[in-house]
C-alpha cells in the first residue's frame, strides 16, 4: 500500500475513493496532477473545506501537484442541495468571491518548486462554449436514468429542481476533463457528499476520451451526536477573520468534545501518528487537561490564522478567567472577544449593576447586588465590593471595554460606542 493513502486511512481521511489499488500505484509511479475545487457560493471557505485544503497541502507535501479551482462558472449555479433550490447571485457578487475565496485558498499549499501549486477557474473554458457544444460534447455522454438516480436529485423531484441544478454536475464533470486534457490532472479529490460528481467526471473521461482516471472523497465531519461539524449557534465557522475573528476560530476547535478530538486532531493537525497517540493516551489519562483539545487549537488556528493570532487568541482566553492581564491584550482582540460574548453596545457609561444587567450576567439589579455582596462580581478581573460603582472612563480597557464576569466562568461585558 501506498504510503501515503496509508496515512490518510489512519487519520481517517478517506471515504471512497476508485479502486484503491490502481490509485496507490498510480501515486507510487509519478507524480501526480490532482484538483480540489470550491464553489463561490457564500463570501469565504469554512471548516468543512478546511479538510479539503488539508488534504491538498498533504497530497502536495507528499510529492504531488495541485490545481486548486474555484469555481466562477459552477459558482454562478450551486451544486443542488436538500433543502431546495439555490438563490441565485449575480455575476458581479459570484466574481467577487471568486477573488476573495482565491486569496483564501492560496495560504494552503506551496506555489514554488517543482511541485507548485497552479489555481484555476472553471469560467475560463466554460464561457467560451455554446450552448450546441456544451450538449453535443458534454450532454451526450449523461444518461438521464443516471442523473435521476443521484440521491439529491431522487430527494428533491417531488419538491421540484430546476433544469439549471440538474445539469450541475454536467459542469463540474466537464472541469475534470478540461483539467485532464490541458494539464494532465488524473485525480480529483472532494468531500463525500460530492462524490456522485467526482465519479461523473471519471466516468466522462472514460466515455469522451478512454481515460482512466481517478477519485477519492474524504468522509463528512460530525459531532458526537451526529451533527454536522463547523455550525454553531451562531452559524457556521468561516476561515475569513472578517466573519469568524481568530478568538472565536480557536475557541470552537478547544471546546471539541472528548470524544471526537483525536479524530479531528487526525484530520487537521500534521503532528506526528506518534504524537496524536500520545495526546490520545493523555486525554484518556486525564482529560481535565484537555491537551488535545489545546493542540488541536493552536495547530489549526496556526494554519488559518497564523501564530501571532492564535497567541492572541490564547492570551485573551487565560486573561478573560482571570489567569492574565486584560490591560495587555490589543484593542483588536479585545474587540473579537466582546463580539464572541456578545457584550453590550452603549452610548453613556452604566452603573455596575446596570452593566451586569445589560450584559446577561443577572436577571436584575437586585441579583447584581446579590453577586456583589457574595464576592462573585468582576469588573475587568478586579472583585466588585460596591454595588453602587459608577463605571468611569478609568474603567474601560482600550478606552472602549469593561470586561464583567460573575463567578469563575459567566462572562460578558459593555462597549461604549
Known sequence: MNALLEDLKWRGLIAHSTDEEALAAHLDAAPVNFYVGFDPTAPSVHTGNLVQLLLARRLQQAGHKPYMLVGGATGLIGDPKEAGERTMNSAEVVAGWVERIRSQVERFVDFDGPGSATMVNNLDWTQQISVLDFLRDVGKHFPV?????????????????????????????????????????????????????????????????????????????????????????????????????????????????????????????????????????????????RAAQRALADDVTDLVHGTAERKAASDAAAALFGKGDLADLPASTLDQVMTEVGAARVNTLPS????????????????????????????????VTDADLQLAPEHLLANRFAVLRRGRRTVGGVVLG
Open 145 to 289: 436514468n443516471r442523473m435521476l438516480a443521484r440521491d439529491v436529485v431522487a430527494r428533491r423531484l417531488e419538491a421540484g429542481i430546476s433544469y439549471t441544478e440538474f445539469s450541475y454536475v454536467l459542469l463540474q464533470s466537464m472541469d475534470y476533463r478540461e483539467l485532464n486534457r490541458r494539464h494532465g490532472v488524473t485525480l480529483q479529490t472532494g468531500g463525500s457528499d460530492q462524490w456522485g460528481n467526482i465519479t461523473a467526471g471519471v466516468e466522462l473521461l472514460r466515455r469522451s476520451d478512454q481515460e482512466r482516471v481517478h477519485a477519492l472523497a474524504t468522509p463528512l465531519l460530525t459531532k458526537a451526536d451526529g451533527t454536522k461539524f463547523g455550525k454553531t449557534e451562531s452559524g457556521t465557522v468561516w476561515l475569513d477573520e472578517g466573519l469568524t475573528s481568530a478568538y472565536a476560530f480557536h475557541q470552537f476547535f478547544l471546546n471539541a468534545e472528548d470524544a471526537k478530538v483525536i479524530d479531528y486532531l487526525k484530520v487537521f493537525s500534521f503532528r506526528s501518528r506518534e504524537e496524536i497517540e500520545e495526546l490520545e493516551r493523555a486525554t484518556a489519562a486525564e482529560p481535565f487537561r
Open 352 to 383: 455596575i449593576t446596570e452593566a451586569m444587567t445589560l450584559a446577561g450576567l443577572v436577571d436584575s439589579k437586585s441579583a447584581a447586588r446579590r453577586a456583589i455582596s457574595e464576592g462573585g462580581a468582576y469588573l475587568n478581573n478586579v472583585k
